[in-house]
């Protein structure tokens, strides 16, 4: 099947390169070209078969959220020359990412269920069960590793650590609640609920600004709002659009990212099925037919793209 698992390029005026878990990303002084692969992770491992389409999809739906709230915070993204590629400005990234949470699910579900009332410094009523929605949102930062795993902190370590002055950790949490309810906004239109997500903030020139992707499926979890409160009476999972569901096969198959654990065979069908679902949130969230681009040729195409936007 065809997909893009990474790129190797070599360009003139190029001064840095940095792979991440799923992006590629290269550096000319203050500008950089994000490229979406097609690899994808999961509790902060890279799973060894890429999904077709996942990086157009994270690339094109981050664009249309960094353009609908950059009137909020100002954001990296300068223009997007191809559908895996973004170019924007370099940044000096925040060591943290913030996290958060409107209802109770995921990591914080599991936290939750195994007796801890208080994630991240932030205490949880008793009673709840999974998926409920919280009395108010919460902001549950973590660490932000280059390798490895993130790790839960709390606002008080943030700042007593000198990761974060607390100035500007209180401009990150105001730009954190302000686009977690644009994204809610936005994720009703759609028919769906914006569970959690995590926002990215770097700095330049003294001025913040968000960066990486926002609202994806990799970076977010989304429900039906259709049946939400019904399922939830009756105790039965929600329907979502997450990777969440990518979690919970692995975790089927024994995985959970922890030492010795070996990741589970990735078949045509399971790669396959993973690409429709990413396929599935891309047209839900939209509401636009996805167009699928050309794997011919893909990595020179994405190449032209840079070497034009930056010149």
């Keep these: 099947m065809n997909a893009l698992k990474e790129t190797n390029f070599n360009f003139k005026g190029q001064t840095n390169f940095y792979r991440g878990k799923v992006r590629d990303i290269y550096y000319f002084g203050n500008k950089m070209a994000m490229v979406a692969t097609d690899r994808i992770s999961a509790f902060d491992v890279i799973l060894p078969r890429p999904i077709p389409f996942k990086g157009q999809v994270l690339n094109q739906i981050a664009t249309k959220n960094l353009e609908a709230t950059k009137n909020i915070c100002p954001n990296w993204l300068a223009h997007t020359p191809d559908p895996n590629v973004a170019i924007g400005i370099t940044c000096e990234t925040f060591p943290v990412e913030m996290v958060i949470r409107g209802y109770l699910a995921g990591h914080a579900w599991r936290e939750y269920r195994d007796g801890k009332r208080s994630v991240c410094g932030v205490r949880l ?30 606002r008080e370590d943030i700042i007593t650590k000198g990761l974060v002055s607390e100035k500007e950790y209180e401009q990150l949490e105001d730009y954190t609640r302000k686009l977690f309810q644009k994204g809610s906004e936005m994720a009703k239109e759609r028919g769906l609920i914006l569970v959690d997500t995590k926002y990215e903030f770097g700095k330049l020139n003294d001025t913040i600004y968000l960066i990486d992707e926002i609202h994806t499926p990799d970076s977010s979890r989304y429900f039906y709002a259709e049946g939400y409160e019904e399922r939830q009476k009756n105790g039965e999972a929600q329907k979502q659009l997450s990777k969440e569901f990518v979690r919970q096969w692995l975790i089927s198959q024994g995985f959970q990212g922890k030492d010795g654990q070996k990741i589970p065979e990735m078949t045509d069908e399971v790669v396959n099925s993973i690409s429709d679902r990413y396929l599935e949130l891309f047209e839900k969230f939209t509401g636009e037919p996805f167009q699928k681009q050309d794997y011919a040729r893909v990595n020179d195409r994405i190449e032209n793209s840079i070497i034009e936007a930056i010149n």
């Design 125 to 154: 009523p008793e009673g709840l069960k999974e998926n409920d929605k919280l009395p108010e949102p919460i902001i549950t930062p973590t660490t932000k590793a280059h390798e490895g795993h993130d790790e839960d902190i709390s």
